[in-house]
């Protein structure tokens, strides 16, 4: 269910808004910075650089001027909080994935809901909540999109089966490249290893999952993972609790 959106000011970007599983916002970019927040579900920002997704426990931000498009997994709710240009209490110039805590989720809920942007409350809100950004965690839930066609043949592949266990010199053989080559294109590229990018894209694929619902011993075995077991640690390194409690937030 794709629809599409204007550049818009901060003032127009503070909203809350119910997205059915599945839904798309189409390409668009704000003049205003954005913090996009998912109090329910999964969602993720695509650019031209990547993909970077964020449960509830997360939060995203989006410059000003970056072009970017949105994709729900599950039933999501989005609360969306516009900053004018004078305000980047990150100082961070590309997207990034954000830690959320309690404080932090419940003023973007608050801040966010209608009537409160411009009343004396909601400046108060906004003082405190750009004082919890400050302190918020960067968290390294980016995938990297690859240029090169050799290596995005071989992303694509994984993409489309995140399960595929095959070594990178397996993989590179089915793109008509080495590893020696792939490996090198990771690093440049990338900006990481290949297994680390790897993982990268089953936490993705893996969150996207949960969101939907599929059982947790399921979601291991779909993403790549040998047990079940393998994959709860992963998560719990990542995103500091285990798939179960994932869903229950």
Known sequence: MPYS???????????TRPL???????????????????????LAVTTAAGTWVAPATRALWIPA??????RAYGPTVLHTVGLPLGHNPLGLTR???????????ELLIAYSSPGAEGTPEGR???AV???QLRRAPEQPLHLPVPRDPRLAAVAALLDADPADGRALGELGRAAGAGERTLSR?????????????????RLHHALRLLAEDVPVTAVAHRCGWASASAFIDVFRRTFGHTPAAHHRR
């Open 5 to 15: 959106r204007q550049s818009r000011s901060s003032s127009d970007l503070t909203v």
């Open 20 to 42: 059915p599983a599945g839904s798309t916002v189409s390409e668009h970019r704000h003049e205003a910075h954005q913090i996009v927040y998912a109090g329910r579900g999964v």
């Open 65 to 70: 001027g970056t072009g970017h498009r949105h």
């Open 95 to 105: 997207p990034a994935v954000l830690t959320v805590g309690p404080l932090l989720r």
């Open 124 to 126: 108060r809100m906004l």
């Open 129 to 131: 909540l750009l004082d």
């Open 185 to 201: 294109l990771c690093r440049e590229e990338l900006g990481m290893t290949f297994p680390q990018w790897r993982t990268q894209l």
